[in-house]
C-alpha cells in the first residue's frame, strides 16, 4: 500500500506516524532480506498498519496525532510468545538448577498452592516483563485464569490464555502419585469453556483462549477426546506440552501402550490448529507424524538446554512442523530465546550454514509464532491492514554498534532490555522502556510479597 492510498489531513489525521528507523518487516514483498526498510515510515491508524514503506525526507509527513521520529532504532513486529507460564516467575532462579518442571519437582511452590491474589501478582509481574522485552502476544496457561488473564491485559498486550486442562490430581503429582479424576477432568475443561465465554475478543480484540490440554500423561485419552470435540464446537486452537521427559513417554506408553504423539495424533488433536511444546523425546516415526500433519512445535531453546536437553528442530522443520518461539517459564527474553534457538540449530548442524541464519529465528519469533496461533493474517510481520503491533530496539548502544546488519545485532547482541518501545493494537504501551498503563514499583512489590509468601509455605511443608 502506498502512502497516497489513505489521505490524511488536519481534520482527520492518523493516529500515529513513525519515521526514521531501520524496519525488519519480516514481509519479503516489501524488501529483501525479511522486508528490510533502511529508512522507514509506518502509518497507524484505527490500531492497524496503514501505510509501510521507505521514508522520504523530502515527503511531507502526514498529519498524525502524534509523530516519533525513531532514527538510530530497529523496529520489528511484536514478539508472539507461543508458550509461557506467568505465574510461574515465582521460582526464578531456584527451579532452573532442580532439573525438572516445577509441577513434577518436591520442595517448591505448586500451582495447586497459590491464592487468587498471589496469581494476580506474578502473573502481571511475568506479562509485564514479556512485554518490556518485545512481546505484544503472550499464550499462557497455569491456575486462576479467570483472574490473571484480565489482569494481564490491561498492561496493553494481547494475551491469550488457559487454566491447564487436566484430570490428573497435581496435588500429588510431585511425590509421584498419578490419580485420575474424571471430576477434575470435567471442571479444568468446563472452566476452559467458561473463561472463552466471558473472555474470548475482549479488551478490543487483545483478549482470546486456547484450550490448554496440559500434558498426554496428565490428560487421559477420554479427556483428550472431549478437549478435541471441544476444540471443534469453539472452532479455537489447543496447545499442550508434549514428550517434554523421557517419564511422559514411559507413563503414556504403559497406559496406552504408545507414544505420546501416537496418543494425540490418534484422539484427533496433532494438526495446525495444535501447538506442541518442547517435542525433546520424540522418535523418528513420531517427528514424520508431527511433520505430516502440519502440528506447529512451541520451541522452548533456552528453557531445555537449562535443563540439558535440546529438541530436535532441524529435523522437525524438515518434516513439515511450523516451529514458533516461546520462553516457557522463569524468563520471558524472546531476544535471547532467538539467539538461543540458533545457536542449538546449528549445534544440531555441527556447522553454520544456510539452515540456520538469523532471519529464520526472527521468522518463527514473529510470524511462525502467528501461524501457531491462528493470527498470521493480522499479525506477525510489518504489513500494510495488519494489526499495528511493533516492537523498538535502542540500538545507539555500545553493543548494537557498529550497524552493519541490523538482523545479525538484533539476535547475536541484543537483549530485551534494548526495547524503547512498544506498540500494540496501535496504541503505545511501553515508552521509554517503561510501562504506561501499570505502576511498576506496585507490580514488582506485589509479586515479591507474593512469592516470599509461596516459599515460605512451601519450606514448612
Known sequence: MEFDAVEFDAANPADLVIHGP???????????????????????????????????????????????DLSGRVVTPGFVNVHTHTIL??????????????????????????????????????????????????????????????AMGELGMRVIACGRIHDVDFSRVHEGVW?????????????????????????????????????PDTCTRALLKKVAATRDTLGIQVNGHLSQSRKENARVRERDGMSPTELLDDVGLLGPRFTAAHCMYVSDSDLARIGASGTNVAHVPRGN?????????????????????????????????????LIMGRLQEGEVNDTWQPRHVLEMATLGGARALGLERELGSLTPGKRADLV????????????????????????????????CNGGIVVEGGELCRADAARLLSDAQAAAEALWRRARQQ
Open 392 to 423: 523498538a530496539f535502542d540500538f545507539r548502544r555500545p553493543h548494537l554498534t557498529p550497524c552493519i546488519d541490523a538482523l545479525g545485532n538484533l539476535v547475536h547482541t541484543a537483549q530485551g532490555r534494548d526495547v524503547e518501545l512498544v506498540v
Open 22 to 68: 531501520r524496519a525488519l518487516t519480516v514481509d519479503a514483498e516489501l524488501g529483501p532480506n525479511l522486508g528490510e526498510i533502511p529508512n522507514a515510515r509506518l502509518v497507524i491508524h484505527q490500531g492497524r498498519l496503514v501505510a509501510v514503506g521507505h521514508h522520504d525526507p523530502s515527503v511531507p509527513l502526514p498529519p498524525a496525532r502524534r509523530t516519533l
Open 305 to 341: 538446554a537449562t535443563g540439558g536437553r535440546i529438541a530436535p528442530t532441524t529435523r522437525l522443520r524438515e518434516a513439515g512442523a511450523n516451529l514458533a518461539l516461546a520462553t516457557d517459564n522463569m524468563h520471558a527474553d524472546m531476544v535471547e530465546v532467538m539467539r538461543w534457538a
Open 89 to 150: 516467575t515465582m521460582v526464578r532462579g531456584v527451579a532452573e538448577d532442580m532439573g525438572f518442571a516445577p509441577a513434577y519437582t518436591p520442595g517448591v511452590p505448586h500451582g495447586h498452592e497459590v491464592s487468587e491474589g498471589e496469581a494476580v501478582a506474578l502473573a502481571r509481574l511475568g506479562a509485564a516483563e514479556a512485554l518490556l522485552f518485545g512481546s505484544t502476544l503472550i499464550n499462557d496457561s497455569f491456575v486462576h485464569t479467570d483472574l490473571t488473564l484480565p
Open 179 to 215: 490419580e485420575h479424576r474424571d471430576a477434575i477432568g470435567e471442571r479444568t475443561l468446563g472452566a476452559a469453556v467458561a473463561l472463552h465465554e466471558r473472555w474470548q475478543g475482549a479488551m478490543d480484540g487483545r483478549l482470546g483462549v486456547e484450550l490448554a490440554a496440559h500434558a
